[in-house]
């Protein structure tokens, strides 16, 4: 064969297998995808149903992982953040979750950790939720997961923890014993007829 | 000897004016359980919260009733006559203030069983109702004591009536100010602190927050608070036994 | 209990507020069984007084003593055989009578079986053994009175004080209330301290009497005693028959009189100072004048008492005796 042919046969030969080995070695792509430029390596997702239904004092977890998608490690917190949809407001979360954000202090290339937050349903309505990653030396962008949908139904109950029996019955029964007192006292002396 | 206490309990229920206040704190006590049990937003307060606000309605209520009836137990009867006759007989002075003191403190015992059924749906699930009757028990007889006592005093020194309902109304005011008035953010200034540690009513609510709020329920976790409750009974007593040495009906002038 | 033997006697007692002496130098006695009168305008002290003595209010100064004990050391001992009626009294309008007696004889540690039949016996006197099982509170307040007294007799006392007793009743109700207090002062001889405004009362049951004015006492005595320091005779009245030369024989007198001509008879004051009683009868005969009765014409007590009383314009501040601490 000629020279030349072995030549281009050689070169395409490398040049396929170069780009096959391109992305292991290069220290700024991603193992499991395509990364453009200057995009975020941190992968915020909720695991837990995308839709969510239950009644106001409920106590909902919410299940998420962070993934580091880069290659150097990460620190930084993640938290949860809660949108009233039809008052278009973030709501305060002091009522609604003990530890809304959660340290973490290195995530490394390609790990991914599962996280939960416990939130306890104070107000009925409609709401979004989002879990979010904020990186300690802040050269990322925060990242947000897609968001899960939360619906609240008020709570009703007229007679919750048999309230009710007590909150009746005990008025009722001590006006009743202090009539009866009251009023076979007045009879022994003459007062009622 | 205790015909002079009998008589009172007597007639604190056959004249209507212990049953009114006994009648009247049930009906508020029915009304804050029901409200905490089923109101929209109070009803998701945690549980531990929710037994908090009930004690502290209470505690408060018993020291308001004892401060109202105390403070006029000694001057009423000045002034309506009734006295004269108690002094003529041989019962001392003392014995007369000590059956009055009784007297309330009888009622607050009718009115603290009255609370327990309510302090227990209340807690029902959790594992604080024993602690809950206990704690509520506890600072509120101690309370309810001490400031009967000091009001007792206050009646025999002023002999008035209305002079001395004020006086020791205003007392419980100046008291229950801290945790009932001052915002959370005046509360941790270094004045509001010095206020808090001070103020026995402060101290037993404060109690009350640290055991059924976060669950700190023994003795030895709560002797910070019980002591200072205890150094004011001590000197509420010392007041009602130099005030109540000698009872004198008002001259004629 | 045995009998004591009951008596009041007070030194120099007196009460001081501020700058006004209630009651200022008091010193008087009162002997045991007694029915003693102690008078007084209005803010004279007389309340002041019996409550120093009941022990309801301490003296500022001076001493006193109630059957032979100390108003201030020995309190406990004499509240147990004194009784007080005030002059105004509250009740328990919840209680019955029936049960408002009972409950002071418990008060005055008095055996039960003892103090219900001694409950029933003055409910008896006081007219109230009827209602005895009504509330107080529907009392009027002649019955509140009477229920009063009884409280004051419920301890059986040796020495009973009382404060204008007959007040705001009916004419009935104080002859009740006068012949109880005659009663228990006959029959079981308690003495009785009586502070009285009703003047007729007080000369018809009193035999010794005190007059206090401004705080200060201004005479004790029996009620001839107190006459006599007033010059108390008004004179003689000689009522004489109206015959013919009658008025023209008077008219010759050496004194004046004082006629007044009633149809068949004349009356005739006449000062006593002027002539013996002796005399004037010799005169009247010697003239002629039929004498039909004598009379002596004496100041009544309430005039005795408004004399007595009259403003003397004394300083208030004489001398403030030694003061308890």
């Known amino acids: ?193 | 000897m205790l015909e002079f206490f009998r008589r009172e309990v007597y007639g604190n229920f056959y004249s209507w004016r212990g049953a009114a206040w006994l009648v009247a704190a049930s009906l508020i006590f029915s009304l804050v359980a029901y409200l905490l049990m089923t109101d929209k937003e109070l009803s998701l307060l945690q549980q531990g919260e929710m037994i908090y606000i009930l004690g502290e309605v209470i505690v408060a209520l018993g020291v308001v009733m004892s401060a109202a009836s105390a403070s006029s137990t000694i001057s009423g009867e000045m002034e309506a006559g009734t006295m004269e006759s108690i002094l003529l007989t041989p019962i001392t002075h003392r014995q007369i203030a000590v059956q009055k003191l009784l007297s309330i403190l009888s009622i607050w015992a009718i009115f603290y069983l009255i609370s327990v059924p309510y302090l227990v749906v209340v807690s029902l699930g959790t594992n604080l109702t024993l602690a809950a009757v206990f704690y509520v028990g506890f600072f509120g007889t101690i309370l309810v004591t001490a400031i009967s006592s000091l009001s007792i005093a206050i009646s025999a020194k002023l002999k008035s009536s209305k002079s001395s309902m004020m006086t020791a109304l205003m007392t419980i005011i100046i008291l229950l100010a801290p945790t009932m008035f001052f915002s959370t953010l005046f509360r941790t200034t270094s004045f509001g602190i010095m206020l808090d540690q001070i103020n026995p009513v402060s101290h037993a609510i404060n109690s009350l927050d640290s055991v059924l709020v976060d669950n700190q329920q023994t003795l030895a976790e709560q002797f910070n608070h019980i002591w200072p409750v205890i150094v004011f009974l001590i000197i509420c007593m010392s007041l009602f036994m130099i005030y109540t040495k000698r009872l004198e009906v008002q001259g004629t002038q | 209990m045995g009998v004591l033997s009951p008596s009041i006697s007070t030194s120099n007692l007196s009460k001081i507020y501020g700058r006004f002496k209630a009651v200022d130098s008091l010193t008087m006695n009162v002997e045991s069984g007694d029915i003693f009168g102690f008078l007084g305008p209005n803010g004279s002290g007389k309340t002041t007084t019996i409550r120093m003595l009941c022990g309801l209010i301490l003296p500022s100064a001076g001493k006193a003593e109630i059957a032979g004990f100390d108003i201030i050391k020995d309190g406990v001992e004499i509240r147990k055989i004194i009784g007080l009626f005030p002059e105004s009294s509250g009740f328990y309008n919840w209680m019955s009578a029936e049960e408002y007696l009972n409950y002071f004889a418990a008060l005055y540690k008095i055996n039960a079986q003892i103090a219900k039949k001694r409950t029933k016996d003055l409910l008896e006197k006081v007219e109230l053994a009827g209602k005895s099982h009504v509330p107080i509170g529907y009392y009027s307040r002649g019955m509140k009175q009477r229920l009063g007294l009884a409280r004051t007799l419920i301890n059986d006392p040796q020495i009973i004080f009382l404060d204008e007793p007959t007040l705001g009743l009916d004419p009935k109700g104080q002859q009740d209330i006068q012949k109880i207090l005659f009663d228990l002062n006959h029959d079981k001889g308690i003495t009785i301290f009586l502070s009285s405004h009703a003047l007729n009362e007080v000369s018809s049951l009193c035999k010794n009497v005190a007059i206090l004015n401004r705080g200060r006492l201004v005479a004790q005595g029996t009620i001839d005693e107190l006459r006599k320091r007033v010059e108390g005779s008004k004179g003689l009245l000689v009522t004489i028959l109206n015959s013919s030369g009658a008025q023209e024989a008077l008219s010759h007198m050496p004194f004046q009189v004082d006629v007044k001509a009633d149809g068949k008879l004349i009356h005739v004051t006449i000062p006593e100072t002027f002539e013996s009683v002796n005399g004037i009868i010799d005169r009247f005969e010697k003239n002629g004048l039929q004498i039909y009765e004598i009379i002596r014409q004496e100041m009544n007590l309430e005039e005795i008492f408004i004399k007595l009383t009259a403003d003397t314009r004394k300083p208030l501040d004489q001398g403030v005796p030694k003061q308890h601490a």
Do not use: C
């Open chain 1, 1 to 193: 064969m000629r020279l030349s042919v072995k030549v281009t046969v050689v070169s395409l030969l490398s040049l396929s297998l170069f780009s096959l080995l391109m992305p292991l070695h290069s220290p700024d792509q991603s193992v499991f995808g395509e990364l453009s430029p200057g995009s975020n390596p941190i992968k915020m997702e909720i695991t837990s149903s995308s839709s969510i239904n239950a009644i106001a004092g409920q106590i909902i977890t919410v299940s998420g992982t962070i993934t580091n998608l880069g290659s150097s490690p990460v620190g930084g917190i993640a938290y949860i953040s809660i949108i009233d949809v039809n008052n278009k407001i973030p709501i305060d979360l002091e009522d609604w979750s003990a530890h809304k954000g959660i340290a973490i202090d290195s995530i490394e290339p390609g790990q991914s950790i599962p996280m939960e937050w416990n939130v306890r349903l104070v107000k009925d309505g409609s709401y979004t939720i989002v879990i979010l990653f904020s990186s300690n030396d802040g050269s990322m962008s925060t990242t947000s997961s897609v968001k899960t949908f939360l619906e609240v139904a008020p709570k009703h109950s007229l007679n919750p923890g048999n309230v009710l029996p007590v909150a009746f019955g005990v008025p009722v029964l001590l006006m009743a014993i202090l009539g009866i007192i009251n009023y076979s006292r007045g009879k022994k002396m003459g007062i009622y007829e």
